[in-house]
């Protein structure tokens, strides 16, 4: 008999608001599972009224190693070891959390790859480039332009829906964040045993693409763990608001009922 755990903590990118998450959250809370969608330290305000803080010097300040500290106290309080689904720099967050123990089985969706995995290449670069912001300064927040937001992240949906997304999703974010998740606080030992882990990529994502995700999974080289890859059509970087959202969601639930193993251990 499967022993899955039944507690659910997602973890949004950067950028993007943790509301993101309510139709999965709804979805696989009708399913039985208890969820959790922490906020970002001092991001627990409406989108809209983080637009208006914006250059916002505490979301500025924010760093990785602290956010890792942050996700690591939430699931080391749950009564069991959580599954771990994260969305792009989210989806790194899994990884990182699992490496350190935390956590029974991650979900990496289209994630932000680990150091060595893909983050010097000159295309994925290019795309955070200005996320990076390494000539602006360190105490201003950074915020996605509507353009960015049009072309890059939410492609392939009409103009209305991008409106409504970036007006009911998009905040500002600490480019310090960004720029640590390229240094060797993001190293993953990919040859270490590890838990149970999906990947997933969105073949119209113009942030993290397919191959670069696939890649991130062919590091992982460990044959006794479960690692898996599944690529969706029609999807942008946006999963949760793009044509294939329910598609992906449906996805992750039968392959979390799927899986052969016990993890009472894990």
Known sequence: MINLPKSIVFITGAFISSN???EWKNYFEAKGYKCLAPCWPYKDALP???RNRHPDTEIASNRLSELLDYFSIITNALEEKPILLGHSLGGLIVQLLLQRGFGSVG???QPFPPQGAGTSQFTFLKAWWNAIGLFTPDSESHLVSFRKWKNAITNGLTCEQQKQTYYS????ESKLIIRDAFK???RINFRKPHPPL?????RED???SPALVYNIY????????ITVYKEFNNCNHLTFCSPTSMEVAEFILNWLQKLNISIDHL
Not at 218 to 225: G, L, P, R
């Open 20 to 22: 993101c998450w309510q």
């Open 48 to 50: 809209e009224d983080l």
């Open 218 to 225: 062919k590091k992982y080289t460990d044959e006794h763990s």
């Open 198 to 202: 999906l990947f997933t990529s969105g």
């Open 206 to 208: 113009k942030m993290l």
């Open 107 to 109: 979900i990496a969706i």
């Open 184 to 186: 060797s606080i993001t």
């Open 169 to 172: 999703h998009a905040i500002p």
